[in-house]
């Protein structure tokens, strides 16, 4: 058992510094209870990837991150054979017949081990995150449902890999297209949208105890009005806490205009956004 109940969660996570709530804790502990990924989906910067390395924090866990992109393959995500020291070998013992040689090259000394694999064969407790699998290609899906489902891994030159200790799998997207059915159903769904404010106020404290309450009150209403214009990038959770931190750094005890203005760099990253929020905001 990772969590004894949604409650364990929610104590365990604030202990380091990732605020849940009912929702959140709820689908954590059912994760980890009923052994199934759990999918985070819902805008970029809303705390998704956080999550992950929260459960990891809270139980003491090791994280694997699989990072994907366009283009990710099978060799990267999962395996591959170190070709170069392959070919060392083979030039070392070019007296030998092949099968014997093909016997030696291929074997636990060549293998390269990539993020999923590490995560299977780990003997540890793990948390394996799988970082924004909406950028990755339809192939990578249809490689994650064969390992979600049986947790193994099948090496043909080695034979079948099933995981010692099941890893407790967060996957998430940032909607940027639609994730095919299979993998869904496979997974628990918890949607992540931006705090409000008050839980984002709370976060702030959390995670910068030296500010004042009023200023991160302040911190977190601004940022909430930013989020309703219609920016090509909203600021996230984590630029919240670098306004606050940046607002400590020089000195600020308010957030008043001109100090908005000097520092709206920290939280807004292109200049049309910053052109809005400043009419909007009428700085």
Same mark, same amino acid.
């Given at each position: 058992m990772w969590f004894a109940s949604p409650a364990d969660v929610r104590e365990r996570?604030?202990?380091?510094?990732?605020?849940?709530?009912? !929702?959140?804790?709820?689908? @954590?502990? %059912?994760?980890g209870a009923l052994g199934k990924p759990?999918?985070?989906?819902?805008?970029?910067?809303?705390?998704?990837?956080?999550?992950?390395?929260?459960?990891a924090a809270a139980t003491g866990a090791q994280l694997v991150r699989l990072q994907c992109y366009e283009g990710l393959d099978e060799a990267r995500a999962l395996?591959?054979?170190?070709?170069?020291?392959?070919?060392?070998?083979?030039?070392?013992?070019?007296d030998r017949d092949w099968d014997a040689t093909h016997d030696d090259i291929f074997t636990e000394e060549f293998l390269l081990e990539?993020?999923?694999?590490?995560?299977?064969? !780990?003997?540890?407790?793990? @948390?394996? %995150?799988i970082d924004e699998i909406d950028k990755a290609d339809v192939e990578v899906e249809g490689l994650l449902l064969e390992i979600l489902s049986d947790y193994q891994v099948t090496i043909p030159e080695l034979g079948t890999i099933s995981a010692v200790r099941k890893p407790y799998v967060v996957l998430t997207s940032n909607a940027t297209r639609e994730l095919s059915e299979a993998l869904k159903r496979r997974c628990l769904y918890l949607h992540l949208e931006y705090p409000t404010p008050e839980r984002e106020r709370d976060i702030v404290l959390a995670q910068v105890p030296t500010i004042e309450a009023g200023l991160?009150?302040?911190?977190?209403r601004t940022v909430a009005t930013m989020r309703t214009l219609e920016l090509k990038k909203a600021p996230s959770i984590a630029e919240t806490i670098d306004w606050a931190n940046t607002l400590l750094a020089l000195g600020r005890t308010e957030l008043d205009e001109a100090t908005i203005g000097a520092t709206l760099g920290v939280v807004l990253k292109h200049a049309s956004d910053q052109t809005r929020a400043r009419k909007e905001l009428a700085l």
């Open positions: 996570l604030s202990a380091v510094d990732y605020l849940s709530d009912a !929702s959140i804790a709820t689908s @954590v502990f %059912l994760a759990l999918l985070a989906e819902g805008p970029a910067g809303v705390g998704k990837t956080q999550l992950a390395k929260a459960v395996y591959e054979w170190n070709y170069k020291k392959q070919l060392l070998r083979i030039q070392a013992g070019s990539r993020p999923l694999l590490r995560a299977i064969r !780990s003997e540890v407790p793990t @948390v394996l %995150l991160a009150e302040q911190l977190a």
